[in-house]
């Protein structure tokens, strides 16, 4: 069993940035990659990025690109994910969610075993 924690939401102005933390336990050393997911009010959750650790290959949805940076610790635990340049668009639930079996595939939230609670991130004009 993996337990997954997230922290560091919060309010923030629109051009600001926030750092979100991502701490998984249990059995974490051994998964696969590690990924953000964000739900915003009367949308479906989407993928934001992901960090395959074979490789330490990072992935991200087109939106955030060049804003958002994701990163970890090499016990494969712990994953970060830096956000500047915030806008009100980005203003959702944020979600982290491990993958336990190597997968091609980041982007679909199917393939993710753990998820945390969410940590709510607000971004205002």
């Known amino acids: 069993q993996v337990q997954v924690v997230e922290s560091g939401g919060g309010l923030v102005q629109a051009g600001g940035s926030l750092r979100l933390s991502c701490a998984a336990s249990?059995?974490?050393?051994?998964?696969?990659?590690m990924g953000w997911f964000r739900q915003a009010p009367g949308k479906e959750r989407e993928f934001v990025a992901a960090?395959?650790?074979?490789?330490?290959?990072?992935y991200y949805t087109d939106s955030v690109k060049g804003r958002f940076t994701i990163s970890g610790n090499n016990a494969r635990t712990t994953v970060y994910l830096q956000m500047n340049s915030l806008t009100p668009e980005d203003t959702a639930v944020y979600y982290c969610?491990?993958?336990?079996?190597?997968?091609?595939?980041?982007?679909?939230?199917?393939?993710?075993?753990?998820w945390g609670q969410g940590t709510q991130v607000t971004v205002s004009t």
């Open positions: 960090i395959k650790w074979s490789g330490v290959s990072t």
């Open positions: 249990g059995r974490a050393s051994s998964n696969a990659a």
């Open positions: 969610a491990v993958q336990t079996l190597y997968s091609n595939v980041v982007a679909i939230a199917g393939t993710y075993r753990y």
